[in-house]
């Protein structure tokens, strides 16, 4: 019996039972022209600082949409579904507008207009709103509108030592999510305007590579030549609290050159150091732990320890209304619950590298026949390699099944492997495939089309009054609640703002 049949056998059933999963969706607001809405955050959703279910990610035009942790698929993602179905009737009060269902943006108006996300007079509203014009100082605001689905992820029992375990063998096989789920193999030429790239034209109206499966996560995605520098280690809590540290602390100079406030005395962003904040260190899945009123992240995470892990790699489904589907979150669990349970390694500053590498490769290059990724320094066909991750996977799918009384994890677990044997069903060869059978090579014809019949799928779905009341009763609250935090305040921002970003902060 192998070590990791060993670790499955041993793995209690209610521990299996007792498995969590949330969802937290990003979704741009777009006119049906496939331009990016300008209006503000539509006020019958309620508060973006406070509400528990919406609130906006980079722009004041980008929806993000939270469901609770759930112990069911179904029960997530239905959820998330009614969330749509609210957010989409104020959305179509406010005017004719749509929610963007792929991961890379739409037509994007000049970087300066794309308006940032509002939060209010408070402090913490003003902070959230400086951080973003910070990112958009140091990272370009074009890049700031791509969206993406972040999966959270727990198990009752489980470690903090064991959730970095994980999260080093998550980094190791990433390149089987991003070959079986990677959406995003085109995007709008908009995007790349004035940006060195590598991509090839598709007519006048798209940019693409012909095997790409992921652009979002390639090098002209969430990338940063700053964060390039750092090489976080995932060995344990303590080392990698530490590099985040520095990381936070430790002042770059072409930040310093952009200054907190500029002459006028407006602000640029929230501090000078290589990372503003915890929240702008980009990765494939974070550690993550709830925090408390004012706390800072890595605090609560030093304090208590890993609570979850924040999955962050998987694009939007443009062919799903909600983008993503109980089957994609079925696999999803039995993929982590694999990384959790089979043998993981330290990682090395090699290994670190390798792991870049791989990413960028299976998303530009992905889908390309004989395609080889690094294992151990040595060269190792991308197909091969993830037909043996998924073949370890069969007892964990059969396990959940046995939890679930189903057959569900098992049915997911053959989609992805029939998937993995024929790239033509992968979503980025049928994204391509729809471009171009039925608009013309137009990214933004595609995605359009897709966004209007999610939009009225969604709308076409049953809801009560009841559903209706409970929701705007949320959004009431939400703008209450803001108000007595705006009410609350006496500190100036900038003695706030001084305190919060203090290095005693960190823990």
Not at 109 to 135: C, F, H, Q, W
Not at 307 to 325: A, N, Q, W
Request: net charge neutral; glycine share 8%; proline share 6%.
């Amino acid at each position: 019996m192998s070590t990791l049949q060993q670790h499955i056998a041993a793995c209690p059933p209610e521990a299996l039972a007792g498995i969590r999963r949330g969802i937290e969706k990003e979704g741009l607001r777009v006119l049906p022209s496939g331009d990016l809405a300008l209006t503000p955050h539509p006020a019958a959703l309620g508060s973006a600082l406070t509400h528990p279910n919406i609130t906006t990610d980079y722009s004041e035009s980008q929806i993000e949409l939270v469901t609770g942790a759930h112990l069911g698929v179904q029960q997530c993602l239905d959820e998330l579904t009614e969330i749509h179905q609210f957010a989409l009737r104020a959305m179509r009060d406010q005017g004719d507008e749509m929610l963007w269902v792929s991961s890379m943006p739409c037509r994007l108006p000049t970087d300066e207009t794309i308006p940032l996300a509002r939060y209010g007079s408070s402090n913490v509203g003003r902070a959230k709103s400086v951080y973003r014009m910070g990112l958009g100082h140091r990272y370009g605001r074009r890049m700031q509108t791509i969206c993406g689905i972040h999966y959270n992820w727990s198990m009752p029992g489980v470690t903090s030592e064991q959730y970095f375990a994980l999260i080093r063998n998550f980094r190791r096989h990433a390149f089987v999510l991003l070959y079986l789920f990677g959406a995003s193999p085109a995007l709008c030429p908009c995007f790349a305007q004035g940006r060195p790239h590598a991509l090839q034209r598709l007519g006048e109206q798209a940019l693409y590579l012909p095997h790409a499966t992921s652009l979002r996560m390639g090098r002209l995605g969430y990338q940063s030549d700053a964060q390039a520098t750092l090489a976080v280690s995932y060995n344990g809590l303590t080392g990698y609290a530490n590099s985040l540290h520095e990381a936070l602390t430790r002042p770059y100079p072409a930040y310093e050159a952009v200054g907190i406030r500029n002459p006028g005395g407006d602000y640029n962003q929230l501090g000078t150091s290589l990372l503003q904040i915890e929240n702008e260190f980009y990765g494939t899945i974070r550690p993550k732990r709830v925090i408390r009123t004012g706390e800072r992240p890595l605090h609560a995470l030093r304090e208590r320890g890993v609570e979850y892990v924040e999955v962050r790699l998987m694009d939007l489904d443009p062919f799903v209304p909600v983008g993503i589907t109980a089957e994609t979150m079925r696999l999803l669990d039995v993929f982590l619950l694999h990384c959790l349970l089979s043998d993981s390694p330290p990682d090395t500053p090699q290994e670190i590298t390798d792991l870049k590498h791989n990413q960028h490769l299976t998303a530009a290059r992905g889908r390309e026949p004989g395609l080889c990724l690094l294992r151990n320094g040595r060269n190792v066909p991308l197909v091969e390699w993830a037909a043996q991750l998924l073949e370890e996977c069969v007892p964990l799918a059969a396990a959940l099944d046995t939890t679930h009384r189903s057959s569900d994890y098992s049915a997911a677990l053959a989609g992805a492997r029939a998937t993995l044997a024929q790239p033509a069903q992968t979503p980025s060869a049928r994204v391509l495939d729809h471009m171009a059978r039925l608009h013309g090579n137009s990214f933004t014809g595609f995605s359009a089309r897709q966004s209007a019949l999610a939009r009225e799928a969604l709308l076409a779905l049953p809801w009560s009054d009841a559903q209706q009341a409970r929701f705007a009763a949320l959004a009431e609250e939400s703008v209450a609640a803001q108000k007595a935090i705006e009410a609350a305040d006496v500190q100036p921002f900038e003695e706030w703002r001084q305190h919060y970003m203090a290095a005693q902060g960190l823990g």
